[in-house]
């Protein structure tokens, strides 16, 4: 892992971040798309892309995990023009908070409004299913809770508020649009909270027991920094997990999760996932 050498950021960092972008694509994307663990193949569905390696952004993160390709991806699909991230960095990798959601104020600055953020994570709700898509509704954000909120340091009243709210981070209107989407193509849809953890153990029985008493119905490593920032620089956010896993809740199970089945189901979630995201897209004005 090369560690860019910033982790606090200033107006004139995203902006430079933003004008090297620019300058390599013609197309001015309105729609922003995070790819978690194995769902890299959906932005090979773009058309007349362009890719950008993250190494080449200044102070863009870049990724070493397996699973995880790092560009940009630029181009259209179902009637609008998206910037995929193909790839994402996460804190377990040593990344700070603003380093993680560097990307996304880059984004906005490219003219972005909407964010769609997707990822694996495992099933805490006992209805869930390795295979299942889930519609993020709210989120814990135990990191953050914990004082490691990306928006911690100075504010850029560029972007938002010193204290913005966090009280309907996940778009009423969009979530609308994926059950509508889901339903047309005959996909079920769960729905729940999504609990962001640092990682990159996986849960003990006890965690997991824990975040099911206090209401998470899917664990993951990631989106919600990503989320908090979208929300303050004032873009739409859905968040889409993939459930890659169901969590063991009980000691002596003989099971474990590995990187390997979160990649493996992850893989054979893209083609259902590629078909709800077109037509939710189809569906944003
Ligand atoms: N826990 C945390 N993160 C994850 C999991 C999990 O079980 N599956 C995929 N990402």
Redesign the pocket.
């Known amino acids: 892992m090369t560690t860019p050498q910033k982790d606090v950021f200033t107006y004139a960092d995203y902006q430079a971040a933003a004008d090297f972008i620019r300058g390599k694509t013609e197309h001015q994307p309105e729609i922003g798309l995070i790819l978690g663990?194995g769902l890299s193949p959906l932005a090979d569905e773009l058309e007349a892309a362009d890719a950008i390696p993250y190494q080449e952004i200044p102070n863009f993160p870049h990724s070493g995990v397996v699973g995880h390709a790092g560009r940009l991806v630029i181009g259209r699909l179902a009637g609008h023009t998206l910037i995929t991230m193909q790839g994402r960095s996460h804190f377990y990798e040593g990344y700070s908070q603003q380093q993680i959601t560097f990307p996304v104020r880059v984004m906005q600055l490219l003219g972005v409004k909407t964010l769609i953020v997707t990822?694996?994570?495992?099933?805490i709700n006992t209805g869930f299913r390795a295979g299942d898509l889930m519609l993020i509704v709210d989120h814990l954000n135990f990191v953050g809770i914990s004082g490691s909120n990306p928006l911690r340091g100075p504010n850029l009243a560029e972007f938002g508020d010193r204290f913005p709210s966090m009280a309907q981070p996940y778009s009423l209107t969009l979530g609308g649009l994926a059950r509508q989407a889901a339903h047309e193509v005959g996909l079920t849809l769960q729905e729940g909270v999504y609990a962001y953890?640092a990682?990159p153990s996986?849960?003990t029985p006890a965690e997991i027991r824990f975040l099911s008493a206090i209401g998470a119905d899917?664990?993951?490593?990631?989106t919600v920094p990503e989320v908090i920032v979208a929300n303050h620089c004032g873009l739409e956010v859905m968040g889409l997990s993939t459930?890659?896993?169901v969590?063991i809740r009980e000691l002596q199970s003989g099971l474990e999760?590995s990187h390997e089945?979160?990649l493996e189901t992850g893989k054979k979630i893209v083609p259902q996932l590629i078909q709800l995201l077109k037509e939710i897209l189809k569906k944003i004005e």
Do not use: L, Q
């Not at 990822?119 to 099933?123: E, L, R, T, W």
């Not at 899917?218 to 990631?222: D, E, K, Q, T, Y």
């Open positions: 663990s990822n694996a994570a495992g099933g953890v990682g996986f849960e899917a664990v993951g490593m990631s459930i890659t896993n969590t999760t089945e979160v």
